[in-house]
Nanobody
């Protein structure tokens, strides 16, 4: 059973950077599609980035495109979300997710496995 652990969040000033980690145990992450989501209290979980294992492609929503980048280190069984030029509006709890049986998705439903999330606060 795949388990995911998120880390790397914190407090950062506008314009700063963070790298979030998604460490996998129990199974190899390279068999799964990966999604990154964020959630603000009172709002639905928002998909912001996704990686298609079968296509080798990534997708980013407009609000993060050009600032956020998905990567992975298969040897460490860990996926990453590099976040640059952070904005106040990026403040949220961030989650990674993994799933199979679809090509790529930024909706939560196809993903079977979730990290516990890590808080990112952008503030001056």
């Amino acid at each position: 059973q795949l388990q995911l652990v998120n880390s790397g969040g914190g407090l950062v000033q506008p314009g700063g950077s963070l790298r979030l980690s998604c460490a996998a145990t129990g199974s190899s992450l390279d068999a799964y599609n990966i999604g990154w989501f964020r959630q603000v209290p009172g709002n639905e979980r928002e998909g912001i980035a996704a990686f298609s294992r079968s296509e080798g492609t990534t997708y980013y929503v407009t609000s993060v495109d050009g600032r956020f980048t998905i990567s992975e280190d298969i040897a460490k069984n860990t996926a990453y979300l590099q976040m640059n030029n952070l904005k106040l509006s990026d403040t949220a709890r961030y989650f990674c997710a993994a799933g199979k049986g679809f090509t790529i998705a930024t909706m939560p439903q196809p993903y079977d496995f979730w990290g516990q999330g890590t808080q990112v606060t952008v503030s001056s």
